[in-house]
């Protein structure tokens, strides 16, 4: 399996960014002049866009006035989020994972849902707990993936953290040398863990990573999976 993957921070502040792609062995890939990711043997590839968004509840607009916030102001909010719209619309990847979505905006929500849906993504979206406005999201291509599960993992008391899971599967098959073609299955975890602004928070982090590996191993174990791809995001 070929994965393409793009991680640009830079693309929350921006109604642009630049595409960076990790194959995920050098032996079955090249670099295409526009700098995605090609199999050489042909190979179906499933590409993942993932970034923090930077909710607008929390860009500061002016370090002199902290209260000041670009939630405050519409058409800084809408202009932004629409470019990054246009990047991951143009990106066209297989999956879409962001963090720090502002699902307490309906007319936000709405304004991914209808640009997502229309080109084609299945969306899940999932609040932090004790409302604190934004939360995380993850798009499917139903060109390319079919999702088979979707699971919401709450921390519950590690910084009202959340994390999502999906199972999903292939649309075309992947070649698996003498076994011949299986349509891949894949999980896909989107979390956004606690920035580590203290000692203290570097240690929740690590909790935060041990409860995902638990819930995956649970869930492995439960689904009787094996040997089975996992994308984290977050």
């Known amino acids: 399996m070929v ?11 921006s109604n642009s960014g630049q595409k960076g792609t990790h194959p995920a062995s050098e032996d079955t890939v090249s670099r295409s002049y526009s700098g995605r990711v090609a199999s050489t043997m042909g190979d179906p590839c499933i590409s993942c866009t993932t970034f923090n968004i930077l909710a607008p509840i929390y860009k500061r607009l002016d370090k002199e006035n902290q209260s000041a916030r670009e939630s405050d102001f519409r058409a800084l909010w809408f202009a932004r989020n629409q470019g990054i719209l246009d990047c991951l ?14 699902v307490g905006n309906e007319e936000l929500v709405q304004m ?25 999201l993850m798009a ?64 929740a982090r690590l909790h935060q990573v041990y409860k995902i590996v638990q819930y995956l191993e649970t869930y492995q174990s439960e689904n009787k999976l094996s040997h089975i791809p996992i994308i984290l995001c977050g």
């Open 140 to 203: 499917i291509h139903k060109d390319y993936l079919r999702v088979l599960n979707y699971r919401e993992l709450l921390f519950n008391g590690f910084g009202d953290r959340v994390a999502q899971l999906l199972h999903v599967q292939s649309v075309l098959p992947f070649p698996q040398g003498q076994k011949g073609e299986i349509k891949q299955e894949i999980l896909i975890v989107n979390t956004h863990l606690s920035f580590p602004h203290d000692s203290s928070l570097s240690i």
């Open 3 to 13: 994965v393409e993957s793009h991680r640009d921070p830079d693309i929350a502040n």
């Open 112 to 136: 991914y849902q209808e640009s997502l849906g229309d080109a084609g993504y299945d969306m899940f979206k999932l609040a932090r707990t004790n409302n604190r406005g934004d939360g995380l």
């Open 89 to 102: 619309l143009y990106q066209r990847s297989s999956i879409i994972c962001l963090q720090e979505f502002w």
